[in-house]
């Protein structure tokens, strides 16, 4: 069971605009920590795509996007690739236990 | 600018351990906590622990407590990750990255392959 819950799967048509959900409590998202997105395709390491929220590092375009409000964060995808089909992670920290990162189990990202 | 560059690959046997070191470029090696991450085939990603590289102080996720050790060698910029008493379950990519601050950006090494297997 992931501290951060993320749907399994979400699917979208390409050049659709598709959203992935990120759900804390109030020891990490809640509690005002960055939340930083991953994008992994297969065979893969996890590439930053979101950090600080809502930055996005050099290279990544500017059809992915990121937010955050109260104990949760989206990722937004506009003009969805097929190209962007992946797995997709959420990332923070979390202050109990000595502090602690923490993650989503992962949305799967497909093209209808 | 920031790189992290990680040992390779690692066949073991059940029962030994691994030692995995992540060595940094390009920034202030004792300016930043590293953590550990590993992902097991077809699996998310899971927090192992931190280790602070200026005082040596270390945080372990209690799954693998009394079964991690963390290090790191300051004046070549190392951090290592040492896992024991290894099982199939340890089976995974293992990541070294370098924390970050507020609004900052972490860094990922490229990963080590640890297969563990009779």
């Known amino acids: 069971q992931s501290v951060l819950t993320q749907p399994p799967s979400v699917s979208g048509a390409p050049g659709q605009r598709v959203t992935i959900s990120c759900t804390g409590s109030s020891s990490n998202i809640g509690a005002g920590y960055d939340v930083n997105w991953y994008q992994q395709l297969p065979g893969t390491a996890p590439k930053l795509l979101i950090y600080g929220n809502s930055n996005r590092p050099s290279g990544v375009p500017d059809r992915f996007s990121g937010s955050k409000s109260g104990t949760s964060a989206s990722l937004a995808i506009t003009g969805f690739q097929a190209e962007d089909e992946a797995d997709y992670y959420c990332h923070s920290y979390d202050n109990r236990l000595g502090g602690s990162w923490v993650f989503g189990g992962g949305t799967k990202l497909t093209v209808l | 600018q920031v790189h992290l560059v990680q040992s390779g690959a690692e066949v073991k046997k059940p029962g030994a351990s691994v030692k995995v070191s992540c060595k940094a470029s390009?920034?202030?090696?004792?300016?930043?906590?590293m953590h550990w991450v590993r992902q097991a085939p077809g699996q998310g990603l899971e927090w192992m622990g931190w280790i602070n590289p200026n005082s040596g102080g270390t945080n372990f996720a209690q799954k693998f407590q009394g079964r991690v050790t963390m290090t790191r060698d300051t004046s070549i910029s190392t951090a290592y990750m040492e896992l024991s008493r290894l099982t199939s379950d340890d089976t995974a990519v293992y990541y070294c990255?370098?924390?970050?601050?507020?609004?900052?950006?972490?860094?990922w090494g490229q990963g080590t392959l640890v297969t563990v297997s009779s």
């Open positions: 990255v370098r924390s970050y601050t507020t609004g900052e950006r972490n860094y």
């Open positions: 390009g920034y202030t090696f004792i300016a930043y906590y």
